[in-house]
């Protein structure tokens, strides 16, 4: 199985923490860039994080500060800590390969993370 396999997700309320796990699969994701994504209801997927092969990351403004990217190359996991959360982080998260999730393939079934106000 090629496909990621998100978990982690949940309800939470709005201040809370929630920790993502990505399990992927070695050819998917050694010496590949990765990345979180999610989709809001009624929106277009977007991107939240990312962390290069060698450690370094990314966050997109809304998450800079609060959420936290990690990789454990030997176990192919790739975790999202996410910390303060707010309702508008309500979302399907995802996790792929930045090279595939630019060609739109290999998306996984994500994991529902739902934040009450």
């Known amino acids: 199985q090629v496909q990621p396999v998100e978990s982690g997700g949940g309800l939470v309320q709005a201040g809370g923490s929630l920790r993502l796990s990505c399990a992927a699969s070695?050819?998917?994701?050694?010496?590949?860039?990765m990345g979180w994504y999610r989709q809001a209801p009624g929106k277009q997927r977007e991107w939240v994080a990312t962390?290069?092969?060698?450690?370094?990351?990314n966050y997109a403004d809304s998450v800079k500060g609060r959420f936290t990217i990690s990789r454990d190359n030997a176990k192919t996991t790739m975790y999202l800590q996410m910390n303060n959360l707010k309702p508008e982080d309500t979302a399907v998260y995802y996790c792929?390969?930045?090279?595939?999730?630019?060609?739109?393939?290999?998306w996984g079934q994500g994991t529902q993370v739902t934040v009450s106000s």
């Open positions: 792929n390969a930045v090279y595939y999730a630019a060609l739109n393939t290999y």
């Open positions: 070695r050819s998917l994701f050694s010496s590949n860039d």
């Open positions: 962390i290069t092969s060698s450690g370094s990351t």
